[in-house]
């Protein structure tokens, strides 16, 4: 069931011995978050962990807290994690029936956890967890600032795009005046291209096919790709927001290949189309301008799929 | 002389008939900030218009406003000009030795006004534009907050570059309450980007020279390029940014032809490497992180006296 903040705030306070757990496939957002909220819960004299299933990428190493010591988990959270598939295989399998709050952003959330605090109007995961976290009066250090900036400037492409709110500059500036190191993790998490990076880039725009007289784009990022240049599934977040940037288009589609043959897809539209109503048709959801959903097998008779229904959408 | 806050808030209130100048090869702080500037005048039942030897570049087009009919200029103010050669040669021949006031945020300033409020730490001269509005009791209409926020995001790199304070994400925050079209305006100058320019972005990448194991890029456009791709001068600013972005580099060096043959070198740097020092040993300036200069004649010689410069800097 869904619960009211200052409900969450008080199951934060009560908890004990807390699993915090992000979803696979991880980003600066649930990162960021559940990293924060584990340092505030220790800054309460609580245990508390974070469970990543792919555990935590080179780019994002720097949010890392030292682990507790092993302790049995009385009490466990999830961070921006709209369904409990998303928590990747071996975490959804341990503790997917298990989540007792669900702090989350997602507009589509299918309610998993027993008790669920949802935002779908906040930009970020971390922005919510900042303010449960000023309600429980936690000092916000360095390094919780820190983290909470890089997952609100994760999910607003630094500010960039349409789900920024004054909430969110607000934050920003507070988390800032607490130390954030607003420059470095930019730099980190914005402003670092590979080589390898650049080289995948310049293929999958190379292949990028246009539709509808330009409206919808199309790029496919294959297994061969990734190999080549030697990247790897979680560095591709920017080449995803490329496929909306080209001029004219309104429906950016990335199919990328997954190492078992299925595609995931990745949509990012334009203001007055509904990334989470296209995907949703498959299974999929997300957000009004950033959704998600996947195919097995065929790539080119998935991508018809897509293609028809995102042609639908723009009529 | 330079003068102080206070101080230029008066000369803004006693202005009458106010010609207002930018810089040559206009961005979005330099239109933004005399635009608002020049509503802000209007609304206080002043004459003003702006004055850019280039005229607005498409992408900047949503930030002009109508023109004030024919007036004789009785007060001059430039904004975000850190150099009079920087007004551009028409202006400069003009209005170059008549500016009453510059308002600006350039460490390196040479002052050419008869009066300077210069704030070096700003991120944006739109900022310092915001507050001397704000003191002289302007409505903040959504028209100026469009135009303040563009200028702010433009300087900021959408609030990602190490520039960003807590104060500029209030005053960001303060435009978005005020209505700014933050989306819309991002959209425009950040997430659009022409399949020529995507090209462009190819050629030059494919042609970056690394120096130094890495620590140093060096990218060249040429005419020749820029002709192919149908891209102007004044759109390649995501591709000066890109040379820093490279993983490793610590100075990123672009060469870019001019229409007469000449090159306009600009440098972008990381955190300890300081781009303003390294232009100022060829007769530019600029910022720490982003400064520029210019040559005559051979590209090879002045990028080997470039790579020269930046190598001792690294050392």
Same mark, same amino acid.
């Given at each position: 069931?869904?619960?009211?903040? &200052? ?17 696979a496939n991880p980003d600066g957002d649930t990162l ?55 928590? $990747? ?8 029936? *298990? ?50 900036? !890089? ?18 500059? *607000? ?33 999958? @725009?190379? $292949? ?10 199309? @790029?496919?990022?294959?297994? !061969? ?7 790897r599934d979680e560095e591709i977040d920017p080449i ?8 004219g288009v309104r429906i950016g589609i990335t199919f990328?290949? *997954?190492?078992?043959?299925?595609? &995931? ?43 028809? !229904? ?6």
């Amino acid at each position: 069931m869904k619960i009211d903040f &200052k409900t969450a705030m008080h199951r934060l306070m009560d908890a004990e011995d807390v699993l915090i757990l992000t979803h696979a496939n991880p980003d600066g957002d649930t990162l960021g978050g559940a990293f924060a909220l584990a340092l505030a819960l220790r800054q309460r004299g609580k245990r508390a962990r974070v469970l990543c299933a792919d555990g935590v990428p080179e780019r994002y190493a720097f949010l890392e807290i030292p682990p507790e010591d092993d302790f049995t988990e009385r009490y466990i959270i999830s961070v921006d994690v709209a369904d409990r598939t998303l928590l $990747g295989k071996a975490v959804e399998e341990s503790y997917g029936d *298990r989540v007792d709050l669900a702090i989350d952003h997602h507009g589509m959330l299918r309610l998993f956890a027993r008790e669920s605090y949802v935002e779908p109007d906040s930009a970020s995961a971390c922005e919510i967890v900042y303010l449960l976290l000023l309600s429980m009066n936690t000092r916000i250090t360095k390094d919780i600032a820190d983290r909470l900036y !890089a997952g609100v400037s994760t999910d607003t492409g630094c500010f960039c795009y349409s789900n920024v709110t004054a909430r969110t500059h *607000r934050i920003a500036a507070d988390l800032l005046d607490r130390g954030a190191d607003v420059a470095g993790i930019n730099v980190l998490m914005f402003e670092t291209k590979k080589p390898g990076f650049l080289q995948l880039e310049q293929q999958v @725009l190379q $292949g990028m096919q246009l539709f509808e007289n330009g409206r919808i784009s199309l @790029l496919t990022i294959t297994r !061969a790709m990734l190999e080549e240049t030697g990247c790897r599934d979680e560095e591709i977040d920017p080449i995803v927001a490329l496929s909306r940037q080209v001029e004219g288009v309104r429906i950016g589609i990335t199919f990328k290949e *997954r190492p078992d043959g299925s595609w &995931k897809v990745s949509v990012r539209t334009h203001e007055g189309v509904d990334a989470a109503q296209l995907c949703a048709q498959f299974g999929g959801g997300g957000h009004k301008r950033a959704a998600g959903c996947q195919f097995d097998g065929d790539k080119d008779a998935a991508a018809q799929r897509m293609l028809q !229904a995102a042609r639908l959408l723009l009529d």
